[in-house]
């Protein structure tokens, strides 16, 4: 059964700095997802990596997919107060599935 | 103008009653999801219907019932209701079976409280 880990669970950071969330998972795949939740709201989609090495960038987040290290990142570049939300990867468990299983969240306050 | 709609947005309800979420979306697309989302954020697929057929159905209790309708709706019937069940609950739509590369479109959820 797909495995999807995120860490860290909780992330506090001060605006303008750097951080990165990681997103591992335990079987092979080459279709990840990004997603942002805010409290009380929906999901929407950020990022769809669909290759190894792929890198997709919008504003001050940035997504990277390493399939045969099982690891995704998510890079958060001077950080403001905007993008305080939970954070969720998604992996499709294997081509044509249509079924994706969520990571953890990751819940990123920043801080003034 | 709303993508993928749902309602209601909050049901409270006690143990042992029935209810019914509805969804529909309007982007075209061909599959619908049900997804629960736990107290602690966590988010698992419940069904998935392609073009009315269901082909996705995970380990969920029989008192949880989708019906498709048609392409563009997907319903949740839950009966019995148990304390466990509160949770929110996420309709979502792709453009095609087997998500094609294109993600999931969200419905704004429905907040379960079963007392």
């Known amino acids: 059964e797909l495995k999807v880990e995120q860490n860290p669970l909780f992330l506090s950071m001060q605006e303008g700095k750097n951080y990165t969330i990681y997103c591992n998972y335990s079987?092979?795949?080459?279709?990840l997802y990004w997603y942002r939740q805010d409290p009380g709201k929906s999901l929407e989609s950020l990022f769809v990596l669909l290759s190894n090495g792929a890198v997709k960038q919008e504003g001050r987040l940035m997504a990277s997919l390493d399939t045969k290290a099982r690891l995704s990142t998510l890079h958060i570049t001077a950080a403001v107060h905007d993008l305080s939300a939970t954070y969720f990867c998604a992996v499709e468990a294997g081509f044509g599935n249509e079924k994706l299983t969520f990571g953890t969240g990751t819940r990123l306050t920043i801080i003034p | 103008d709303t993508a993928v709609s749902q309602t209601p947005k909050y049901l409270v309800t006690q143990m042992g009653n029935d209810k019914s979420i509805k969804c529909e979306q309007n982007l075209g697309h061909d599959t619908m999801y049900w997804y629960k989302q736990d107290s602690k954020k966590f988010l698992k697929i419940m069904f998935s219907?392609?073009?009315?057929?269901?082909?996705i159905n995970e380990t969920v209790p029989n008192r949880f019932s989708p019906k498709s309708p048609d392409k563009a709706h997907l319903n949740l019937h839950i009966n019995s209701l148990e304390l466990g069940d509160s949770a929110v609950y996420f309709c979502?739509?792709?453009?095609?079976?087997?998500?094609?590369?294109?993600?999931?479109?969200f419905g704004n959820g429905t907040r379960l409280t079963v007392t």
């Open positions: 979502a739509s792709s453009q095609s079976q087997g998500l094609h590369n294109s993600p999931l479109h």
């Open positions: 219907y392609n073009n009315k057929e269901l082909i």
């Open positions: 079987t092979t795949s080459d279709r």
